[in-house]
């Protein structure tokens, strides 16, 4: 019966906790506790059970964890941006070439990616960015 306590108070506090290691060693107690109870076996077995199966179940439950959390690496971070897609009004030219675009309450620098000919009042969309350059098209 004590293998059952142990499981239930691992149980609650993996639960308070939400780490996987104290619902391996719930689960270990567990079977430990079923074992003991069909087989009757010495205590030093059964601590030898408990501790393997805690073994193989941290190791199953790292690995399990690290596999589900890895985050492909990429270069590429354009997916981050949010400001892609995004649609600006063309307010007019600077004599650099830049054109400046009404976007989020401010006026901004932008720069049509395709070197097009735009017009004020003209609609545009955000490609990328260059630094603080708005790429339109």
């Not at 993996?14 to 107690?29: D, M, N, P, R």
């Not at 079923?34 to 790292?62: E, M, Q, R, S």
């Not at 400001?83 to 049509?112: C, E, F, M, S």
Request: charged share 15%; proline share 2%.
């Amino acid at each position: 019966m004590t293998w059952f306590a142990i499981a239930l108070i691992a149980l609650v506090l993996e639960v308070l906790t939400g780490t996987f290691y104290l619902l391996v060693l719930s689960i270990a107690c567990a079977i430990t506790g079923t074992i003991d109870y069909v087989f009757k076996l010495p205590d030093a077995i059964n601590l030898t059970i408990c501790g393997v199966l805690c073994f193989i179940g941290i190791v199953l439950a790292t690995y399990w964890h690290k596999k589900k959390s890895v985050i492909p690496m990429s270069n590429d971070t354009s997916y981050d941006d949010l400001d892609l897609g995004q649609n600006v009004t063309v307010i007019g030219q600077n004599n650099d070439g830049l054109y400046q675009v009404q976007y989020r309450g401010a006026v901004w620098q932008a720069k049509p990616d395709n070197d097009a000919i735009l017009i004020d009042g003209q609609a545009a969309k955000i490609v990328g960015k260059n630094a603080n350059i708005l790429i339109i098209k």
